[in-house]
């Protein structure tokens, strides 16, 4: 399979994993790239070629990564509200900050934008182009409404879109249909069933995709849950949850991380 047939591959398997139906594809993909429907029809059919840009602008819409890295560089801070984006900025930083413009510093592999960070001798770059990208989504499972309300309104605070679920088989429903870039599962559900076979549909579909159980029964089911990180390389919070804990983890893990 030459290059060319295999990059239309990949963008055929993703459109498939993040369930566009098959008659919608072609749509989608005119959507996405600002082209009329029988050119995207064309490209889905290997018969007009798809640029390395039109891919990378079809998987940045997803949320996905074309070549494995991280699809970011940039982070946009608004009070809370965090928002993913690429940025182009200037080679300079500069000496002369004007009200009219975006300015980004250097934070690791990210830049920063944000407009009430005030520290002085950090070198700030102006920002030439800026492009948002979708909010990270995630799944939240849990049989307390009360959490999942609280979890949900907490995602919302921080710019992360959050599904939430009460029951395993609506979670397995979805699991199926959708592609989340984070779960939150509670270990313990109702009737004493743990949730283990919820991480178990997740890994199947997703090896990488970070994985953060929650459980206020670690004395009880210890043995349990150390199979369980070992077996499903998951992350757990113990309940009672806390929030500035775990929405800390949830900026490093979906906004920060490389």
Not at 200 to 224: F, M, S
Request: aromatic residues 8%; negative net charge; proline residues 2%.
């Amino acid at each position: 399979m030459d290059k060319k047939t295999t990059n239309l591959h990949k963008i055929h398997e993703l459109l498939d994993e993040k369930g566009v139906d098959k008659r919608k594809q072609a749509s989608t993909v005119a959507d996405i790239l600002t082209i009329k429907y029988n050119s995207a029809r064309q490209k889905l059919d290997g018969k007009r070629g798809v640029t390395i840009a039109e891919i990378k602008k079809i998987y940045r819409y997803f949320n996905a990564s074309f070549d494995g890295g991280r699809e970011h560089n940039c982070i946009f801070v608004i009070k809370d509200m965090h928002v993913r984006c690429n940025v182009e900025v200037d080679a300079e930083a500069t000496e002369n900050i004007e009200k009219e413009e975006n300015y980004a510093f250097k934070d690791g592999q990210n830049y920063i934008i944000d407009a009430n960070y005030h520290q002085k001798n950090t070198k700030m770059y102006r920002v030439r182009k800026l492009d948002f990208l979708p909010a990270p989504r995630i799944a939240i499972l849990d049989n307390d409404a009360d959490i999942l309300e609280l979890l949900k309104s907490v995602c919302s605070r921080f710019g992360i879109e959050a599904e939430i679920f009460q029951t395993k088989d609506e979670i397995l429903r979805e699991i199926g249909n959708k592609s989340f870039d984070c779960f939150i599962i509670d270990w313990l559900l109702d009737y004493g069933e743990n949730s283990e076979r919820v991480i178990e549909a997740i890994r199947e579909k997703n090896d990488r995709c970070p994985v953060i159980l929650l459980t206020g029964q670690l004395n009880q089911h210890e043995k349990e849950i150390g199979k369980a990180i070992i077996k499903y390389d998951i992350e757990i919070i113990e309940k009672p949850t806390r929030t500035l804990i775990l929405s800390s983890i949830l900026l490093n893990t979906l906004f920060f991380k490389d």
